[in-house]
């Protein structure tokens, strides 16, 4: 992505900039493939109706994968990172998505059946393994705290005018602009799961994710 495209501010400082603007998508999965360390996973309710599903009838399981923040920096921020692959097209960024979330598995499949040979059938599996299965930036303190000090990611397609845009538009962009640089985390969020039998529900319950992400910026 060019760096007229993706436009960083001056805050961003030489060094950063570079490997922002220079490190492409492969090298980066790459890192979080050897270097990521995997949480425990935690089976996560559903507290809203999906479909016709009520609050706590369904679940998901989600992984904290731990990185060095650096890697974190290029993989949400980079003009060849995971943003960036939906930018360029909603296709692109799919796929992208996929081969990260391929990438982490195979980590985590290793990992989990040195001890338990049987891992592949468990629940755990059936949701991480669901075709719904994204990965994300873990959204910690500095989505809530630092909307000031990381707005250094300016990209034209994903502004609105404040003033006629709708509440929803205005806070994606808002997001859209934050840059941390210091976050050490990125997510596996499984699909979801029917409590009653643990089968996957088959269906995604955020079926605009994607066209967020490509034209506002952010999820």
Request: hydrophobic share 35%.
């Amino acid at each position: 992505m060019p760096s007229h495209i993706w436009i960083l501010t001056d805050a961003v400082d030489d060094a950063r900039r570079r490997a922002l603007l220079s490190t492409p998508y492969e090298a980066i999965v790459a890192e979080i493939a050897s270097k990521g360390v995997l949480s425990e996973s935690k089976a996560v309710p559903n507290t809203d109706s999906i479909f016709d599903h009520t609050p706590g009838s369904l679940a998901r399981y989600r992984i904290e994968i731990q990185l060095p923040c650096d890697i974190v920096d290029l993989f949400h921020n980079g003009a060849g990172g995971y943003r960036a692959q939906f930018y360029e097209s909603i296709e692109l960024g799919e796929k992208a998505n996929d081969y990260c979330r391929d990438a982490v598995l195979s980590l985590l499949a290793c990992q989990r059946t040195k001890k338990d040979r049987n891992w592949i059938g468990t629940p755990e599996a059936a949701s991480l393994y669901c075709r719904t299965t994204k990965v994300w930036i873990h959204q910690g303190l500095w989505l809530r705290q630092e909307w000031i000090r990381l707005r250094n990611l300016r990209v034209s397609r994903w502004q609105c005018d404040e003033k006629t845009a709708d509440t929803d538009r205005r806070e994606r962009w808002r997001r859209s602009m934050l840059a941390p640089d210091h976050e050490t985390r990125i997510n596996l969020i499984g699909g979801w799961l029917r409590s009653s039998d643990q089968k996957p529900l088959g269906k995604n319950h955020k079926p605009l994710r994607s066209r967020h992400i490509h034209y506002l910026g952010f999820t």
